[in-house]
């Protein structure tokens, strides 16, 4: 399997699913797109504690959504750009399936 492929295993995009199925997730994944921020700016309007907000952040991270670096005695978060590229590419990969088998039956159904 070409690793653009394996990028796109269900495994793969399964987690980035389950990763932004939650809406606490997503809240945190929107407000990262906005800007890089710390855990505390991002535990704040969620009203949940840091290691609550570590959590999340260790799935988005799994999923490869989000990326987070240590500077001095901060955490800081932003998006990954490349978890962004595959999700992408496998909507990319579902339309022209699903474009394709359409096409397919509209020839039977519509005939020669």
Known sequence: MSPDLQALSPGAVEGIFVALGDH????????LMEREQSIKELAAPLGITLTGLGQHIRVLEAAQ??????????RRCRVDPAGLERLEAFARLQRSLWRSRFDALRQIVEGP
């Open 24 to 31: 606490t997730r997503r809240s945190i994944f929107f407000s």
């Open 65 to 74: 959504l989000v990326s987070s670096r240590k500077i001095g005695r901060e």
